[in-house]
């Protein structure tokens, strides 16, 4: 095997095991000058601490002419009341997305509003905001995460979905289930965001990065268009998104969704080719686990992450979209 696709292969490995220890997180939580440093790493993918910072970053990227989804970040809350609370900082979102008066998304994961707790809450929460959302004009969208979640997840999701048929739902490619899982939404409205998937996996749930995961990818992308609904291409790996261009599907229904700090010269090409494209955003104290995901998707991002720990200052990818 090439050392080089080894080595990436291994810290991919590594980094979404490190993402998983609390103990880790902790550490980094309790110890300024370590925190500091991270942050200073964090800061080239997370728009800021406050949704004053979320949704500044978001004026800006409207005014670049890309449409947005911000997500206040935050998953495996264990305390109802701080699963309420995650929810009101999201209605505050909704409402503040709202007064933007343009094509935004709000998104959150259900374990952060109550699923860690207890479904019917995060039914509940969900159903709540979806609604607000809807009266808003902004668009609700449900992320997705660990596949020991997943059935629970697209429970709730249906509930909502049902009552409020507007709401987003993101699937994961890299999982064996995902086709069932998308064949099963079907007479279910709403969008769906397509993301090869960044949480370790048993390898009997999922495959690796590979020419039969692009091939799965695109299958699923032609079959959510089958079924009518709006897709979200969300995916940095330019061979795919070169091969989804290739096959001319209705760009109205059709959208990228980059995430906020990565590729932005991307972004730029596939705006300049007339593509819609989204950038999503994340803003909030929890970035340690968004972080770790980063680097563990795309391993030379290291590099950039040493570099930016050691400039002495926070980067500012808002730059880099002008």
């Not at 670049?64 to 998953?75: D, F, K, N």
């Not at 048929?165 to 079907?186: E, K, M, V």
Request: proline share 3%; glycine share 8%.
């Amino acid at each position: 095997m090439n050392q080089t696709v080894d080595w990436e292969r291994q810290a991919t490995e590594a980094l979404k095991r490190i993402a998983r220890r609390q103990d880790l997180k902790a550490h980094v939580e309790r110890t300024p000058a370590l925190n500091g440093l991270l942050s200073r790493a964090a800061a080239r993918y997370v728009a800021g601490a406050s949704r004053k910072d979320g949704i500044e970053a978001g004026r800006r990227l409207l005014a670049q002419e890309y449409a947005i989804s911000l997500e206040y970040i935050g998953e495996n809350t264990t305390d109802a009341e701080a699963c309420m609370a995650a929810a009101e900082e999201m209605a505050a979102l909704i409402a503040e997305l709202g007064e933007l008066g343009a094509a935004a998304r709000a998104s959150f994961d259900l374990s952060h509003i109550g699923l860690a707790v207890d479904d019917e809450l995060a039914f509940a929460q969900l159903l709540r905001l979806s609604r607000q959302a809807r009266e808003t004009g902004i668009e609700p969208f449900v992320s997705m995460e660990e596949s020991a979640k997943t059935d629970r997840i697209l429970a709730v999701y249906k509930r909502a979905a049902a009552e409020e048929p507007g709401i987003g739902i993101t699937l994961q490619a890299y999982l064996n289930r995902t086709p069932g899982d998308l064949a099963g939404l079907a007479g279910i409205g709403g969008p769906v965001r397509l993301v090869k998937g960044a949480y370790e996996e048993p390898r009997e749930a999922a495959i690796g990065r590979s020419a039969a995961l692009n091939e799965r990818y695109l299958s699923l992308v032609e079959s959510a268009l089958a079924q009518g609904r709006r897709v979200s291409v969300a995916t940095h790996d330019e061979a795919l998104i070169e091969a989804i261009v290739s096959r001319g599907w209705a760009r109205h229904r059709l959208e990228f969704e980059l995430l906020y700090g990565i590729r932005p010269d991307l972004a730029g090409k596939l705006k300049a080719s007339g593509y819609p494209v989204r950038v999503y955003a994340i803003y909030g104290e929890e970035w340690y686990l968004y972080l770790c995901h980063r680097l563990a998707e795309f391993p030379p991002n290291l590099y950039r992450a040493i570099a930016d720990i050691a400039g002495g200052a926070a980067a500012d990818p808002m730059s880099e979209y002008a």
